[in-house]
């Protein structure tokens, strides 16, 4: 009996050690993959509500002081009529400053983990920073249609501090009653 609890151990033992080498392995994978500025293949949301929903985004890079190219992207299915005016609320703890010089509104081919998203035709647009550089408000020289896909692009250093930065989505429709709407939200991590 004792020479079969000797085998039967050590095969435990190289399966423990197997499985050590392969939680060092995935936790190497998982820093490499939050070093892309991407949502992560597989996240885990721990508040459903029915009021908050999830947008795609693309940040160049996550890592604080960093300089970083920013696609906050809204897809075709992300709304349902044209847009008059678009609103994003920046975070008031997001502390780096906006030129709105850099900001632009683009017609995009969403990407996804496949492939990347591309902006390419810039919409003629005015761009405004209110609310003490805490809301970029943009509107269009025309309505932006809902069947296509569009992005805010703008390059801003990253804040100082890390952490998860909500910036939310408010779209103005035509119609009779100017009102804004709430489209979604991008939530972006920002790394040490």
Same mark, same amino acid.
Request: hydrophobic share 40%; charged share 20%.
């Given at each position: 009996?004792?020479?079969?609890?000797?085998?039967?151990?050590?095969?435990?033992?190289?399966?423990?050690?197997?499985?050590?080498?392969?939680?060092?392995?995935? +936790?190497? @994978? *998982?820093?490499?993959?939050? /070093?892309?500025?991407? &949502? !992560?293949?597989?996240?885990?949301?721990? %508040?459903?509500? $029915?009021?908050?929903?999830?947008?795609?985004?693309?940040?160049?890079?996550?890592?604080?002081?960093?300089?970083?190219?920013?696609?906050?992207?809204?897809?075709?299915?992300? +709304?349902? @009529? *044209?847009?008059?005016?678009? /609103?994003?609320?920046? &975070? !008031?703890?997001?502390?780096?400053?906006? %030129?709105?010089? $850099?900001?632009?509104?683009?017609?995009?081919?969403?990407?996804?983990?496949?492939?990347?998203?591309?902006?390419?035709?810039?919409?003629?647009?005015?761009?405004?920073?209110?609310?003490?550089?805490?809301?970029?408000?943009?509107?269009?020289?025309? &309505?932006?249609?809902?069947?296509?896909?569009?992005?805010?692009?703008?390059?801003?250093?990253?804040?100082?501090?890390?952490?998860?930065?909500?910036?939310?989505?408010?779209?103005?429709?035509?119609?009779?009653?100017?009102?804004?709407?709430?489209?979604?939200?991008?939530?972006?991590?920002?790394?040490?």
């Amino acid at each position: 009996m004792a020479r079969l609890i000797r085998p039967l151990a050590g095969l435990a033992a190289a399966g423990l050690l197997a499985l050590g080498s392969g939680a060092l392995i995935s +936790r190497q @994978a *998982a820093k490499a993959q939050g /070093s892309v500025g991407t &949502p !992560s293949i597989l996240e885990f949301r721990w %508040d459903s509500n $029915k009021d908050f929903k999830k947008l795609y985004y693309y940040v160049s890079d996550t890592e604080r002081n960093r300089w970083a190219e920013y696609f906050l992207v809204l897809r075709g299915k992300d +709304r349902k @009529a *044209a847009i008059l005016k678009l /609103s994003i609320t920046v &975070p !008031s703890y997001f502390n780096t400053s906006i %030129d709105i010089q $850099k900001v632009h509104l683009k017609y995009c081919n969403a990407g996804g983990y496949a492939k990347r998203t591309k902006c390419e035709e810039t919409i003629p647009a005015e761009v405004k920073l209110t609310d003490n550089g805490k809301r970029i408000d943009i509107y269009p020289t025309t &309505p932006v249609p809902p069947d296509k896909s569009i992005a805010v692009v703008f390059t801003v250093p990253n804040p100082f501090n890390s952490g998860m930065y909500q910036f939310n989505a408010l779209a103005q429709a035509p119609g009779d009653i100017p009102m804004a709407g709430y489209l979604g939200s991008w939530v972006i991590e920002i790394t040490n």
